[in-house]
């Protein structure tokens, strides 16, 4: 090859490689297609009771606007996720759809949602629309992760019910933020910083025991799903010392999207 030929191919080469990048990145905003249902929820909430274990918060966040998941779910690790759905026919759906929390597992023929009612009937782009929605009970939709925000929220660690000072801990981390997994949780005593790794025992629960004891600095890996990127997030607060089954410790923190 001459030079200008080998030239030539080398700006195509170029051209070509910036073309995937170009490709690769944008993806990240692409929709999934898919399909949704709905479950009969009243008074505008999500659910007290869904496999995330969320409790309460699982009724209340995000205005009500929640969902079960099925391959989403990915064993209690897709808890807390946010995604905006919509549905496709353009007569009845609106193009921004909504945007919900998965706090449950479930499936219903083919489908990678199950949302509220009344959640499922805001995808309409009229009251008239969503109800005609809910009449076809199964939509075909599309999907995408994004960012998780509560602008007047810290992360807050909800210590379980069940769990039982000094020997067991067990928590669910609430208003996880922005559009990374939660995929790894330590607590280490602030005296001398020795660490320990706790496991996900279901859905979004945490537990460990024994516990570390003192007063106990907690960390939060976070996992990007396209980006490979993972970030240890240490909260300003800690859990104190004498920690109370049920009690609530706002971490101080909010994660920048
Ligand atoms: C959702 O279902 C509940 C219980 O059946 C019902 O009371 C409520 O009106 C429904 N909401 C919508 C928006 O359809
Ligand atoms: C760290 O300190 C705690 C109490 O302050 C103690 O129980 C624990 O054994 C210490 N750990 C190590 C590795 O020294
Ligand atoms: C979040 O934590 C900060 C301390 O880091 C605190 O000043 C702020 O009031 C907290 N925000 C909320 C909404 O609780």
């Excluded at 205005?63 to 779910?73: C, E, M, W």
Aim: charged share 20%; with cysteine.
């Amino acid at each position: 090859m001459d030079l200008s030929l080998k030239l030539v191919a080398f700006l195509l080469a170029c051209l070509f490689l910036r073309k995937t990048q170009i490709d690769a990145s944008t993806c990240s905003d692409c929709f999934t297609q898919s399909r949704a249902a709905y479950y009969s929820s009243s008074d505008e909430k999500g659910t007290e009771t869904g496999a995330c274990e969320f409790g309460s918060f699982g009724a209340t966040i995000n205005g009500g606007d929640v969902s079960a998941a099925s391959d989403l779910y990915r064993d209690g690790v897709g808890c807390g996720a946010c995604y905006q759905v919509r549905c496709t026919n353009a007569k009845y759906c609106s193009d921004k759809g909504v945007t919900v929390v998965i706090t449950d597992s479930g499936s219903s023929d083919h489908t990678d949602f199950i949302l509220t009612n009344h959640t499922f009937s805001k995808m309409g782009q009229t009251t008239d629309a969503g109800a005609s929605l809910l009449a076809l009970g199964v939509v075909d939709i599309q999907y995408r992760r994004v960012s998780c925000s509560y602008p007047t929220h810290n992360i807050t660690i909800k210590i379980d019910e069940n769990s039982n000072y000094p020997h067991y801990l067990a928590f669910v981390i609430w208003y996880q933020q922005g559009n990374k997994d939660i995929t790894a949780v330590q607590l280490c005593e602030t005296q001398n910083f020795s660490c320990k790794l706790l496991d996900r025992s279901h859905g979004a629960v945490w537990t460990i025991s024994p516990p570390p004891t003192g007063e106990l600095s907690i960390r939060m890996l976070l996992s990007g799903s396209d980006d490979g990127d993972e970030t240890w997030v240490v909260p300003v607060n800690n859990i104190p010392q004498e920690w109370k089954a049920g009690a609530t410790y706002d971490t101080g923190v909010q994660v920048a999207l």
